[in-house]
């Protein structure tokens, strides 16, 4: 639920700064490793926004790739979850680089 709200907070504050009255439709973009059940984020943020400047905006997620440093054999590797290894060597010495983003690329407002 918090995120929902802090995105709803992040909308309120934009609107007053950039001057909008309505949000229509919000681009999200999300990292594998930011561990967020897209499901449930979904359905808090239809609950959320009722009564907001958001009330039936629609929220529209945008996967991320994860991506690592593999320290061992130093390859650029793709990862999906925190703890994975690397696909070129199979070590576990992988350097997080990309993938726990969460942040609102676009907007849609009026
Ligand atoms: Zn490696």
Redesign the pocket.
Same mark, same amino acid.
């Given at each position: 639920m918090s995120i929902a709200e802090g995105i709803v907070q992040t909308l309120e504050d934009q609107a007053r700064v950039q001057h909008y009255s309505r949000v229509k439709t919000v681009w999200l973009e999300i990292g594998p490793l930011a561990a967020i059940e897209k499901e449930s984020l979904l359905f808090c943020f239809d609950a959320v926004t009722r009564d907001t400047l958001a009330e039936n905006a629609r929220l529209d997620i945008i996967d991320l790739p994860g991506e690592a440093w &593999?320290l061992? =054999?130093a !390859?650029r590797?793709a990862i999906t979850q925190r703890y994975d290894s &690397?696909s070129? =060597?199979? !070590?576990y010495q992988l350097q997080v680089t990309r993938g726990d983003e969460l942040r609102i690329k676009e907007l849609e407002v009026e």
């Open positions: &593999c061992a =054999c !390859s590797v &690397c070129e =060597c199979g !070590s």
